[in-house]
């Protein structure tokens, strides 16, 4: 019997190398003649530079040099946008170091380089900047009125502001029974691997090597070698080990531009790895939204449109990805119902705080917030179930593909197959909904206990492109090279189950390699779910090719038709005789491609590169529910139950699916119950440290329930997958919420803000 | 993130560490367990020129029975001792209720007694603990010894008795005789962080029930643990039931004035303090000794 | 001279002797001097637990510890838990619940596992979720965290 790979629960390949602390994460990386990086950083808000003297570090022993924007004003441009490009963005981009004035604590201002990462922090102390400080704005309506302006040059602090519209949002309010406006924000928190970021550079003989690199390596060489023109094919991206990503690591930062730059400077490898509290302050913030949103529905519940307005906090910067954020929250505020009308202004809007970008679901973990908040407040007012009025509201099976409209600047929403009502019944029968009557009460030691629900979709596996190479050795042995990367999704192991199935060889002969720019020419990476519907399906590709190849020659080394034979566990069968004995094994098929000639393009080797391309997104989605007991005298939300329902149209390996849900939906129950990056008037960071930014523990996240359908495969790739790392966590502050509202509707609570922590629990009760 | 430079001695004996610190005062910082200072030194928001590490030390670190009944603990005692010590569970029940909720075992195995009451963080549980057990501390200095009685021993946010050339070296817990009651209540954002605001309670309580002396402490409230005297003397007397635990909680809530921060706002504190009292109160009525029971062999 | 210290310390069994400075934290001379780098920094102010290893048997925050305060120490890494190419129960449990993903915290949750169950028979859910809730793991939402462990405590029996 032939092995199905694909859909089995396969423990992974890589684990071993991990458990035994043989990994090599970038911090491991270790050169002869290395030297250490660390930057100084801005400690105001919103200042001027006046002056920066940095003899006294100069003249430290062991400090190897000190660069400010003199250094590299000759090459000094701004580091572009990667996704949601907008022509007002460019006059808000981030140069690599701060010129003339700084706009965020953490703001680069030099990079210091010492013999040790000790030396460099002590030459910080003596290094001496010279500030006029300048009133900060932190508050985005306070930085709309343009009282004070962050970017001299453009005038303004609106970044961007654009409005995506669909239907007749006008008659649809003219035509409404009942309307409801309301004011939701969700609170800036970030993703926080537990691998601050770090960079390893070595220049050699017009050779530039960079560790460290992930997410998406092709993209941020083709930016730094733009940025130092720097030939492209003379750098080298390593990705290694990388201890999680979450949107927030691998785009281009500013010191992904310095640390190059020194090693070039000083022909040295230079070593980053930065602290926790650098991190706080300098990698991407997210999820800053303000929204005013206004439904309109007739008396039974009937969505008829939402207009909304959408107020993105953008940062001091605009960086690779930080418009994506109001964009996503826009493009995905209707969610998986039928709204016939939709209109929605996206404001990018700058403050003096860290620059925002992605962390996983930017802008549907937020917009499945707003909006599924604001429908259970008009189920309460119309006197319809939650989950009727959604019910009634969900797009339909037979409704496939749905066109959602232009609910993006940049394309129509398409939601390319699905199931909505099955996924919101499972996670009704899970938490046994119909059962639970009232679905609010209180215990015998006073607690509220409360049932809460929400449903999603998602768009992943965004394009347009993703490759992956093959190579079979002499050996047998398949070696696949990809395009994408890799933060501990596993993809050496769902990688190879994929290409194992596809290409009809057994698992253990294949091996994967990613996250090195030296593999493969091109590659899109890894973000936004994409790793697998992408990079799967290019592998799956790849694999088609690959085995059309070798069955051709095959058949004609055995001189038949490539249709007559099959092959299966790595050796070619007649077809029908697929029990009887192998006629050739993959390693002789590739001692045929050597003597094939100079017809093939490989010049001899059994070699494959394949670009699987994709011009529209699928789109997971599901629900979610929880059960929730809120102590109303301390404010403390114990999360009884929590229950996921994810329809990813196909699992690969269904052990690491629910690794992500569960996983997701652990950093979405931290987000909406503890993690803040709080700043005060001054633009101060106050949750500076793990002190006050406050991760998830063990004891925080309650066991999840983990439900995966493959009721809806998509119709747009052949593996028919859709991606699965954000599913976990979108519905996470929309269900939560939901759920404590309902459990204090009686005490007339309704969630508009978040986190949800004991203080602001009580506070709210009390008022 | 790495300490600054500094000089670094490891005395192995008391005299030999007090000497030190007569010579450096307010220059040395005293390493105990580490896992208060440490961090602080890691973020450069503590540079010390001398660190002075007395874990080398030895006689620093016990538990032993006092004549007089009661209980003599070394400074450098790890705070997991304390945890898994029947002697402590016995003579001073409140604390082995208190020590779990610090950190987590990790931070527990390191972390030493003396260290959390030098730190004195206002939201720490030892510190609070101690201010309700009445304990006593022995600080020395090259000159000798004093006894401070831990009501005159915190004095402000992080700020102690303690001179620059003292060191902490025992505390004191005097018995407790007849029927005592404990409850130690806290509410935090996450297990094992500093307490939002808590309470420790004693109750003494005549064979009618009546109380014949209460202890009411409560932590994260002010810039250090606080005895709640109003509702001490309003229990005193009482029989403690519901609508006197309510009114020493009220009498808790108005007493206190303490400050916001991004964690909890200052009504929260103050409020929840009241509610932290009330339940340590009814968690003293209804325990007989020890309640709390980490899963380990507690004896 | 303070600013230096000869120290001599055993980690996995293997006996060292160095030269320190005396400000270097145990993990950074773990990491940098002795490449033992399967020890892993995530906050360096004793938050995450990434960087826990067991000092004379106690699991220990090695980002607040000096490198000097280990001489005569006898120390335990991640790398000194598998027995040559034998794994540890509990390394083969964490591979087989998918405990799991970016496995930069894994090291640290290791070490906190294995003083836990030395000092804990038996335990209930409840118990290996209060004992791990001093290691931050980002990815894994800790369920398989905890099943590992549990598996590992039942094999023992």
Redesign the interface.
């Known amino acids: 019997m032939v092995q199905q790979y694909i859909g089995a629960s396969i423990?992974?390949k890589?684990?071993?190398?991990?458990?035994?602390?043989?990994?090599?994460?970038v911090?491991?990386v270790?050169l002869p003649g290395m030297v250490h990086a660390t930057f100084v950083r801005s400690p105001h808000a919103h200042a001027r530079i006046v002056a920066i003297d940095t003899a006294a570090a100069l003249a430290m022993p062991g400090v190897v040099a000190v660069f400010t924007y003199d250094d590299i004003a000759s090459l000094a441009k701004p580091i572009p946008v990667r996704l949601y490009p907008l022509p007002s963005l460019e006059p808000f981009l981030q140069y690599p170091l701060a010129q003339d004035k700084v706009r965020y604590v953490g703001d680069p201002v030099a990079i210091v380089i010492a013999d040790s990462?000790?030396v460099a922090?002590?030459a910080l102390?003596v290094i001496d900047v010279t500030y006029e400080p300048l009133q900060a704005v932190v508050d985005i309506e306070e930085s709309l009125r343009d009282e004070i302006i962050i970017h001299e040059a453009p005038g303004t602090n609106l970044a961007a502001h654009y409005v995506v519209s669909t239907g007749d949002i006008d008659q649809a309010f003219r035509d409404a029974e009942y309307t409801r406006k309301e004011r939701f924000k969700t609170n800036r928190h970030t993703?926080?691997?537990?691998?601050?970021r770090g960079m390893v550079v070595a220049y050699d003989s017009g050779e530039l090597t960079v560790w460290g690199a992930t997410k998406v390596p092709h993209f941020n060489r083709e930016v730094l070698s733009s940025l130092l023109d720097f030939p492209e094919e003379k750098m080298h991206f390593i990705e290694g080990?990388?201890?999680?990503g979450?949107g927030i690591r691998g785009e281009f930062y500013p010191e992904d531009f310095l640390v190059p730059f020194a090693a070039i400077r000083l022909g040295r490898p230079v070593k980053w790895?930065e602290?926790?509290?650098?991190h706080l302050i300098a990698a991407n913030h997210s999820r800053d939204i303000l929204c005013d949103i206004e439904i309109a529905m007739k008396k039974d519940g009937t969505i008829l449109g939402i207009r909304a307005q959408v107020y993105g906090d953008m940062g001091g910067y605009i960086r690779t990805h930080g418009s994506l954020v109001p964009a996503s929250t826009a493009g995905l505020l209707m969610g998986p119902y039928n709204v016939p009308a939709y209109e929605c202004g996206v404001h990018c809007v700058i403050t003096n705080k860290t620059g925002v970008g992605t962390f996983r679901a930017p802008g549907r973990y937020e917009s499945c917030f707003i909006r599924e908040r604001l429908l259970d407040m008009a189920a309460a007012d119309l006197g319809i179930d939650p989950a009727e009025l959604r019910f009634k509201n969900l797009i339909q099976p037979s409704q496939m593909p749905y066109n959602a409209g232009r609910t993006r600047a940049d394309g129509d929403t398409i939601f390319d197959s699905g199931n909505y009502p099955q996924a919101l019944t499972r996670a009704l029968d899970e938490i046994g909904y119909a059962e639970t009557n009232p679905k609010r009460w209180v215990d015998d030691a006073g607690r509220y206990h409360g049932i809460g629900i929400a449903t999603y979709v998602k768009n992943t596996g965004r394009g347009p492109f993703e490759g992956a190479r093959i190579v079979i050795s002499g050996t047998g042995d398949v070696a696949v090279y990809l395009g994408i990367t890799t933060?501990?999704?596993?993809h050496e192991t769902t990688m190879a189950q994929i290409c194992a199935d596809s290409l009809g060889v057994s698992m253990e002969a294949v091996t994967i390699y990613h996250g090195n720019t030296d593999y493969i020419p091109f590659g899109g990476g890894t973000y936004g779910s994409r790793g697998t519907v992408m990079g799967g399906n290019a592998v799956h590709l790849a694999c088609q090719n690959m085995k059309e190849r070798i069955l051709s020659l095959a058949s004609t080394y055995l001189d038949t038709e490539p249709a007559n034979l099959v092959l299966q566990t790595g050796e070619i069968f007649r077809k029908g005789a697929e029990h009887g004995p192998a006629l050739l094994s993959l390693g002789e098929v590739a001692g045929l491609a050597e003597n094939a000639g100079s017809d093939e393009e490989d010049s001899g080797t059994l070699e494959i590169t394949a670009y699987f391309e994709a011009d529209q997104l699928t789109f997971s989605y599901g629900s979610h529910a929880a059960h929730v007991a809120v102590d109303p005298?301390?404010?403390?939300i114990e999360i009884i139950r929590y229950v996921v329902v994810e329809d990813i149209g196909r699992a690969i390996n269904p052990?690491?699916v629910?690794?992500q849900a569960?996983?997701?939906?652990?950093?979405g129950i931290g987000a909406t119950l503890?993690e803040?990056l709080?700043y005060d008037d001054s633009g101060q960071l106050?949750?500076g440290?793990?002190?006050?930014y406050?991760?998830?523990?063990?004891?925080?996240?309650p066991?999840?329930e983990s439900i995966v359908l493959e009721e809806a495969p998509s119709p747009l790739n052949p593996l028919g997958v859709k991606g699965a790392g954000e599913g976990?966590i979108v519905a996470t502050g929309a269900t939560l919420a939901n759920a404590v509202s309902n459990a204090l509707a009686p005490l007339g609570v309704q969630i508009t803000q978040l986190p949800l922590?004991?203080?602001f629990i009580?506070?709210l009760l009390?008022s | 993130?790495?300490?600054?430079?500094f000089d670094y001695y490891s005395p192995s004996s008391r005299d030999e560490a007090l000497e030190l610190l007569g010579q450096y005062g307010d220059d040395a910082k005293i390493l105990a367990g580490g896992q208060s200072l440490m961090?602080m030194m890691n973020?450069?928001l503590v540079r010390p020129k001398v660190v002075i590490d007395i874990n080398r030390i030895a006689g620093l670190s016990h538990i032993t029975p006092r004549r007089d009944g009661g209980l003599a603990v070394g400074a450098m005692t790890r705070q997991r001792e304390l945890e898994r010590s029947a002697l402590v569970l016995e003579t001073a029940p409140l604390l082995s209720l208190a020590i779990p909720y610090i950190g987590h075992f990790q931070i527990r195995n390191r972390g030493t007694v003396g260290g959390s009451l030098a730190h004195s963080d206002p939201a720490a549980e030892i510190p609070a603990v101690c201010l309700t057990l009445d304990t006593e501390f022995e600080l020395a200095s090259s000159g000798g010894e004093r006894t401070v009685k831990a009501e005159d021993f915190f004095l402000n946010h992080l700020t102690t008795a303690l001179e620059p050339v003292e060191l902490l070296t025992e505390i004191r817990i005097p018995q407790t005789v007849g029927n005592w009651r404990w409850g130690f209540q806290e509410?935090c954002?996450?297990?094992?962080?500093f307490a939002?605001v808590g309470a420790a309670t004693m109750l003494h309580l005549d064979d009618k029930g009546i109380c014949l002396e209460a202890r009411i402490t409560t932590f994260g409230a002010g810039g250090t643990p606080m005895r709640m005297d109003a509702a001490e003397e309003y229990l005193s007397g009482s029989s403690v039931n519901a609508d006197d635990r309510s009114e020493a909680a009220r009498l808790v809530s108005d007493a206190l004035d303490p400050i916001s921060?991004?964690?909890?706002?200052a009504?929260?504190r103050q409020?929840?303090g009241g509610?932290m009292v009330r339940r340590a109160l009814e968690q003293a009525l209804l325990a007989q000794a020890l309640p709390f029971n980490e899963g380990e062999d507690a004896a | 001279m303070t600013t230096e210290r000869n120290i001599r310390l055993t980690v996995n069994g293997k006996a060292y002797e160095s030269l320190v400075?005396v400000?270097?934290t145990l993990v950074d001379f773990l990491?940098?001097e002795l490449?033992?780098?399967?020890?892993?920094?995530?906050?360096?102010?004793g938050?995450?637990g990434?960087c826990t290893i067991l000092v004379d048997g106690s699991a220990t925050r090695s980002c607040l510890m000096l490198a000097v305060q280990a001489d005569g120490a006898n120390l335990m890494?991640?790398?000194g838990?598998?027995d040559g190419p034998e794994?540890h129960p509990l390394?083969r449990a964490?591979?087989?619940n998918?405990a799991?993903?970016?496995?930069?915290?894994?090291?640290g949750l290791?070490m906190t596992a294995y003083e836990f169950l030395r000092d804990t028979s038996n335990p209930t859910e409840e118990q290996?979720?209060?004992g791990?809730?001093?290691?931050?793991?980002?990815?894994?939402?800790?369920?398989?965290?905890?099943q590992a462990i549990l598996d590992v405590s039942q094999e023992a029996g």
């Open positions: 423990t992974r890589e684990d071993e190398r991990f458990l035994t602390g043989r990994a090599t994460f911090d491991d270790k990462r000790y922090e002590d102390d993703g926080n691997p537990l691998e601050t080990d990388v201890g999680g979450f790895t602290d926790r509290l650098e933060m501990g999704q596993g005298e301390t404010g403390k052990l690491m629910h690794g569960v996983g997701g939906a652990a950093q503890l803040e709080v106050l949750a440290s793990f002190m006050d406050l991760l998830p523990t063990s004891t925080d996240v066991p999840i976990g922590s004991p203080s009580v506070k009390s | 993130m790495k300490p600054a430079r961090p973020m450069r509410v954002r996450r297990d094992g962080d939002l921060d991004i964690h909890a706002s009504k929260y409020d929840v509610v | 400075p400000r270097m990491r940098g490449d033992l780098t399967g020890t892993h920094v995530g906050c360096e102010h938050v995450c990434a890494t991640v790398e838990l598998a794994l390394q964490f591979q087989r998918h799991l993903q970016c496995g930069f915290c894994t090291p290791l290996v979720r209060e791990i809730s001093g290691n931050i793991c980002r990815c894994t939402g800790y369920a398989p965290i905890v």
